[in-house]
């Protein structure tokens, strides 16, 4: 089964990863807030923005989130949106990358999410968007600018994962994001 979607992504169906299957709900806490945020930030209607992504939203379990598209597209602003999470501190950051070599607190971007918006020709049109439980932060990043970062080998619960390593004071509070 497949397709593509508003946007231009196709959509591929594999089976999720349990991995992520208890962080489900709060995962789809942080696409409320990040969905907030973005009407509230460019003066969109509930309409303006469609939920693009393979789970964004719901609270079913689906497939694997790496293969989705970004989790939120604006067609009046040709921009996708895609959510991640995180429940450090800045000094929690600090601590946890300086045991992996990195001088300053940063926030991971995940290789496969950038390499699925360079192969649909968006990266220029597409934001990650964190939203941090430990502080209540919710800062922007324009997609374009992780692929500047280096890549670093990050081991979780079931595997090893390869994430731009962007630093914390690199990402943009709501107020400053601009679209084109």
């Given amino acids: 089964m497949g397709g593509r979607l508003q946007g231009g992504f196709p959509v591929t169906?594999?089976?999720?990863?349990e991995r992520y299957m208890n962080r489900w709900q709060e995962s789809n806490l942080c696409e409320e807030i990040a969905l907030r945020i973005i009407r509230l930030n460019f003066g969109l209607e509930p309409e303006d923005v469609l939920p693009t992504g393979k789970g964004a939203l719901s609270g079913?379990?689906?497939?694997?989130?790496l293969e989705s598209p970004p989790d939120f597209y604006v067609p009046k602003l040709n921009m996708w949106f895609e959510v991640t999470s995180s429940?450090?501190?800045?000094?929690?950051?600090?601590?946890?990358?300086?045991?992996?070599g990195l001088p300053?607190?940063?926030?991971?971007v995940r290789e496969g999410k950038v390499e699925l918006l360079k192969a649909n020709r968006a990266l220029s049109r597409a934001y990650f968007i964190s939203v941090n439980w430990a502080d209540g932060t919710v800062?922007?990043?324009?997609a374009r600018e992780a692929a500047r970062y280096d890549m670093v080998d990050w081991y979780e619960q079931g595997g090893r994962e390869r994430y731009y390593a962007v630093p914390w004071r690199e990402w943009l509070k709501p107020g400053r994001?601009?679209?084109?």
């Fill in 13 to 17: 169906f594999n089976c999720f990863q």
């Fill in 60 to 65: 079913e379990l689906l497939d694997d989130p």
């Fill in 87 to 100: 429940n450090l501190t800045s000094e929690e950051s600090r601590g946890r990358c300086a045991r992996h």
């Fill in 104 to 108: 300053a607190p940063h926030i991971f």
């Fill in 139 to 142: 800062l922007f990043l324009p």
């Fill in 177 to 180: 994001v601009r679209v084109r």
